[in-house]
């Protein structure tokens, strides 16, 4: 998964690893990781906080222009993707990028893995507006997940603090990947789906 981060075309980036609390030998991996490259940095938690507070305090700990959520599993087989999405973000001025994808192995399973693949840039559905929540999200496949967008970093801003002043109406009691699907739903005014994937 680190590897197919790192071997991106898009090499100005950053790697944010959340320690959420792990064992000594995840601590010795993320330390050899940031003695080796130097855009890896590491936001460590004392105890658990679970997966929503670990990608908060990721994000919070960023400075990149967008960001992608990437989970333990997860991976690139394509050495473009980011740039790929990079570039469809800077060229049409979108506020998130979704991307096909395809899941190996058992989805029920905490050990399945996830290829996220190349976007073919000719095969594009833009939305926005009034229809930015009408979307048929089921020819997407497993669409609510949301370690296959691209978010820009100041409409993620924006989606938390509406949020965390209780002017967001979300339904809360739902996924993590929902509700951060939900919150960026809610402050974009478009968003790109590729809507198959590439080879």
Request: net charge negative; with cysteine.
């Amino acid at each position: 998964s680190v590897r197919s981060i790192q071997n991106q075309s898009l090499k100005n980036i950053e790697i944010i690893f959340v320690d959420d609390g792990s064992s000594e030998n995840m601590t010795e991996i993320l330390q050899y990781l940031m003695e080796t490259d130097p855009r890896v940095r590491v936001f460590y938690h004392l105890k658990n906080l679970g997966l929503w507070r670990s990608r908060i305090d990721g994000f919070l700990y960023s400075k990149g222009k967008y960001i992608v959520f990437f989970d333990p599993g997860d991976y690139y087989e394509d050495n473009y993707v980011l740039e790929d999405a990079y570039n469809l973000m800077e060229k049409y001025n979108l506020d998130s990028v979704k991307m096909a994808f395809r899941v190996i192995g058992d989805y029920t399973n905490i050990s399945d893995s996830k290829i996220l693949y190349h976007a073919d840039v000719n095969s594009k559905i833009v939305y926005g507006g009034e229809n930015i929540e009408n979307y048929d999200a089921s020819i997407f496949g497993k669409s609510g997940n949301i370690w296959n967008r691209f978010i820009k970093a100041n409409v993620f801003t924006k989606g938390l603090c509406l949020l965390s002043y209780g002017m967001l109406n979300i339904y809360q009691n739902m996924i993590d990947d929902f509700y951060f699907n939900k919150i960026t739903n809610k402050v974009s005014n478009n968003f790109l789906i590729v809507d198959r994937v590439g080879h």
